[in-house]
């Protein structure tokens, strides 16, 4: 069987600094970088806990190449899917039960 995954991206609050990752499990790894879990990473470092974009994929495998895709873009490409998706920035977290 197939697992699905998210690719989304976090930023601190004041949208200065962007994270994109991956994971099969969205709320969990959020709830991760929001409690600081790994203390020495990127995301603990620079404050990053606000959920501002998120996309479900079937397979887990299109999700991390999204990702890899979305990294290897510029900061202007990522402020414009995040834009198209969440123009207001808002913290997205109390969507995830949703899905």
């Given at each position: 069987?197939?697992?699905?995954?998210?690719?989304?991206?976090?930023?601190n609050?004041?949208?200065?600094?962007?994270?994109?990752?991956?994971?099969?499990?969205?709320?969990?790894?959020?709830?991760?970088?929001?409690?600081?879990?790994?203390?020495?990473?990127?995301?603990?470092?620079?404050?990053?806990?606000?959920?501002?974009?998120?996309?479900?994929?079937?397979?887990?495998?299109?999700?991390?190449?999204?990702?890899?895709?979305?990294?290897?873009?510029?900061?202007?490409?990522?402020?414009?899917?995040?834009?198209?998706?969440?123009p207001?920035?808002?913290?997205?977290?109390?969507?995830?039960?949703?899905?």
């Amino acid at each position: 069987m197939q697992r699905g995954g998210h690719v989304y991206i976090i930023t601190n609050k004041n949208n200065t600094v962007l994270y994109t990752g991956s994971s099969t499990t969205l709320r969990r790894r959020i709830e991760q970088h929001q409690l600081k879990y790994y203390p020495e990473s990127f995301t603990a470092k620079y404050n990053c806990n606000k959920l501002v974009y998120y996309k479900h994929y079937l397979r887990i495998e299109e999700a991390i190449a999204e990702e890899q895709r979305i990294k290897a873009g510029s900061r202007a490409a990522k402020v414009n899917l995040i834009n198209s998706q969440n123009p207001e920035w808002k913290d997205l977290w109390s969507e995830i039960d949703l899905i």
